[in-house]
């Protein structure tokens, strides 16, 4: 199983990291920890000029936890990590759609890719919404 996990660094995306390798484990399959640098966000807050560069910085560091995370995990599967840049729901679901992903595991705050998606997704809630969790039709959420 192909499975794309949606990462930015949040309590909620290692969440989904973990689940993400979980499901991915089971099948012996492959798991891709995608973040997203939403360079837009720059352009309307007037942000100094340091603003975005140490906020790529920063992005890849995450990059770097994310396969750090990984590693940790002994399971039998192919896992990678990769950034992309733009508007995060944007890019996970195409990410999702150009490489044939089966399954994406998204942390609750991306919760609109799944009206987009070309495969089922899983929504992460945070901690703080675990616990009053629904499912709603056509959604997935983790326990």
Request: hydrophobic share 40%; aromatic share 6%; glycine share 8%.
């Amino acid at each position: 199983m192909k499975v794309l996990v949606a990462y930015d660094g949040s309590l909620n995306s290692k969440d989904a990291l973990k689940y993400g390798m979980d499901k991915a484990g089971e099948s012996g399959g492959e798991l891709t920890a995608l973040h997203v640098f939403n360079s837009a966000m720059f352009i309307d807050y007037g942000a100094g000029p340091r603003a975005e560069e140490k906020a790529r910085k920063e992005s890849e560091h995450l990059v770097e936890e994310m396969k750090r995370l990984a590693e940790k995990i002994d399971w039998k599967m192919k896992v990678k990590a990769v950034m992309e840049e733009g508007y995060p729901e944007d890019e996970i679901v195409k990410y999702a759609g150009l490489h044939n992903c089966e399954l994406i595991v998204s942390p609750a705050r991306y919760g609109k890719i799944a009206k987009k998606a070309p495969c089922p997704v899983v929504l992460v809630p945070s901690h703080e919404q675990k616990k009053d969790a629904v499912l709603l039709p056509g959604y997935a959420a983790m326990r």
